[in-house]
């Protein structure tokens, strides 16, 4: 299953954003997905993750902000992005996860955020 991230773009800080995950092939629906940022200068981190139930998961610094959500008819899973802040400036990337916690495959190239203040 290959993952494509898109959706990025200039915004200004309390805007949001809606960043969607395409896949293709036809087991998507039994993955869970997961959100990653990597802001310049340091490490990838998980922002938000969804099971193939749609039971979600947040960092504590997006609580409240952002939703993840998927749609299994579309292979694709969306994250909507609120309030956005100029320090969450960074490229999103989504990801496969084994057992619900462990990225594998590609990061892929991500889809660039960038908040201005």
């Known amino acids: 299953v290959q993952l494509q991230a898109s959706g990025g773009g200039l915004v200004q800080a309390g805007g949001s954003l809606r960043l969607s995950c395409a896949a293709s092939?036809?087991?998507?629906?039994?993955?869970?997905i997961g959100w990653y940022r990597q802001i310049p200068g340091k490490q990838r981190e998980l922002v938000a993750r969804?099971?193939?139930?749609?039971?979600?998961y947040y960092a504590d610094t997006v609580k409240g902000r952002f939703t993840i959500s998927r749609d299994n008819a579309k292979n694709t899973v969306y994250l909507q992005m609120n309030n956005l802040k100029p320090e969450e400036t960074a490229v999103y990337y989504c990801?496969?996860?084994?057992?619900?916690?462990?990225?594998?495959?590609?990061w892929g190239q991500g889809t660039l955020v960038t908040v201005s203040s």
């Open positions: 990801i496969r996860l084994v057992n619900g916690v462990l990225p594998i495959g590609s």
């Open positions: 092939g036809s087991l998507f629906n039994i993955n869970s």
């Open positions: 969804i099971s193939n139930e749609g039971n979600s």
